[in-house]
């Protein structure tokens, strides 16, 4: 009987629980009801108190499932703004059949951890279209260079700068100068489309997409309908680009 009545209390505790803030008008418990509810979970636990564990556990599952499904939704309605931003740099192959979209800070060491994974996808797969979406979240100097990709780029630079920046460090008006002139840009060219409101309008809406796709920080990765958040190994890419959903 014990178990019966442990099993009947995590019945009520986790819907109670999962949809408290959510239950549409009407639909919630009445006080007298609700009453009840917690005087059969009360002898349940003092009866088995792994209950509340395995409550606490179902309303995990609960959670992420729900966080999952919202994620999806998100993806689908942002798609254009993700997948087909004229204003994005583009690497692989541009006619690819997969698109894989990157959020990244050029100084965040995660993002640079994944960069050497992420140069391997595109060798071992001709067919995956990488865009990469600037989210500079780690200061002035991550605004600074994200601005200067942005210039490179219309330049045809901007792979090559990103090159740089990736594997160096904090940048600076002095270092990107002499980045400039390594890679054979125009410095000046390149101070002017800096200090362009339209590259910091593409960086607000960079940033305004990852707070609707709700992305809270670097790296992250969209591919499908599926959202990978952090450091990814290269077989969680490879399979979800192999079933982009």
Not at 184 to 192: E, F, I, N, P, T
Request: aromatic content about 4%; charged content about 25%.
């Amino acid at each position: 009987m014990p178990r019966l009545l442990s099993a009947f209390a995590l019945a009520l505790l986790v819907p109670l629980a999962a949809g408290a803030q959510s239950a549409p008008p009407g639909s919630a418990f009445t006080p007298a009801q609700r009453a009840e509810i917690v005087r059969i979970v009360r002898e349940a636990l003092k009866a088995d108190p792994s209950i509340l564990r395995d409550a606490v556990d179902a309303l995990r599952v609960e959670e992420g499932r729900r966080h999952e499904a919202a994620t999806r939704t998100a993806i689908s309605l942002e798609s254009k703004d993700l997948l087909h931003d004229q204003r994005d740099a583009v690497a692989g192959n541009p006619a690819g059949s997969t698109t894989l979209v990157e959020f990244y800070d050029i100084r965040c060491p995660y993002c640079r951890h994944m960069l050497p994974v992420v140069e391997q996808v595109l060798r071992q797969d001709p067919q995956v279209r990488l865009v990469f979406k600037e989210m500079p979240v780690l200061g002035p100097a991550s605004r600074l260079g994200a601005r200067a990709l942005l210039a490179a780029a219309r330049q045809g630079a901007y792979l090559k700068l990103q090159a740089r920046l990736m594997r160096g460090g904090a940048p600076t008006e002095d270092s990107l100068h002499a980045d400039a002139e390594a890679l054979g840009l125009d410095w000046a060219r390149l101070q002017r489309d800096m200090a362009d409101p339209a590259i910091q309008e593409k960086i607000d809406a960079n940033l305004a997409l990852a707070r609707r796709l709700g992305i809270e920080g670097t790296p992250a990765f969209v591919v499908g309908s599926k959202l990978i958040a952090g450091e990814a190994e290269m077989a969680e890419l490879q399979t979800a680009i192999a079933r982009p959903e």
